[in-house]
T-cell receptor, first 109, second 115 residues
């Protein structure tokens, strides 16, 4: 099955860019997703990228996919305190999606 | 769009009680719904996948008689934790999608505390 790995913690200053990295093992993953989870809440879909794409940009969010290295990253430009949360990357095919361990992003005012 | 409503948000019950959690897709038809369990500071663990009108497919190690899942309509799935015990205390999250090539959309989760 798919294994998805993320770093556990990232701390940045308000206004800086944040880059959250993720590696996965299943090269046949069709979709790769980024979700945001605030304390005590469910997961909010931020963005997703198809496996045949290299990059996707959506306002302050930029997703980069390196299929050769099975590496996915999420860049948040001009990070705000409201971006503090846990970010999960996930990947999979049509039937099952595997979630990473989550990266806790701390934004320092 | 793509809103999933989960109810209740938090429930506290005595040991031995059965608890039902509802998951509704409000503005789309959820042909597939997923139930996850999340322990503190951990990732999501998939418990089961349910397709509308079919029996749920449970992940290895998840007791189907303990966690009853019903997906009787395209907008509603329920998870019933039968005869709940303190070890069942956890954060339960549902998700739903309409087509196989679309992402899952998540409810806000249910915090279950069994005394």
């Amino acid at each position: 099955g798919e294994d998805v790995e993320q770093s556990l913690f990232l701390s940045v200053r308000e206004g800086d860019s944040s880059v959250i990295n993720c590696t996965y093992t299943d090269s046949s993953s069709t979709y790769l997703y980024w979700y945001k989870q605030e304390p005590g809440a469910g997961l909010q879909l931020l963005t997703y990228i198809f496996s045949n794409m290299d990059m996707k940009q959506d306002q302050r969010l930029t997703v980069l996919l390196n299929k050769k290295d099975k590496h996915l990253s999420l860049r948040i430009a001009d990070t705000q305190t409201g971006d503090s949360a846990i970010y999960f990357c996930s990947g999979g095919g049509y039937q099952k999606v595997t979630f990473g361990t989550g990266t806790k992003l701390q934004v320092i005012p | 769009g793509a809103v999933v409503s989960q109810h209740p948000s938090w429930v506290i019950c005595k040991s031995g009680t059965s608890v039902k959690i509802e998951c509704r897709s409000l503005d789309f038809q959820a042909t597939t719904m997923f139930w996850y369990r999340q322990f503190p500071k951990q990732s999501l663990m998939l418990m089961a996948t349910s397709n509308e009108g079919s029996k749920a497919t449970y992940e290895q190690g998840v007791e189907k008689d303990k966690f009853l899942i019903n997906h009787a309509s395209l907008t509603l799935s329920t998870l019933t934790v039968t005869s709940a015990h303190p070890e069942d205390s956890s954060f339960y999250i549902c998700s739903a999608r309409d087509q196989v090539n679309q992402p899952q959309h998540f409810g806000d989760g249910t915090r279950l505390s069994i005394l």
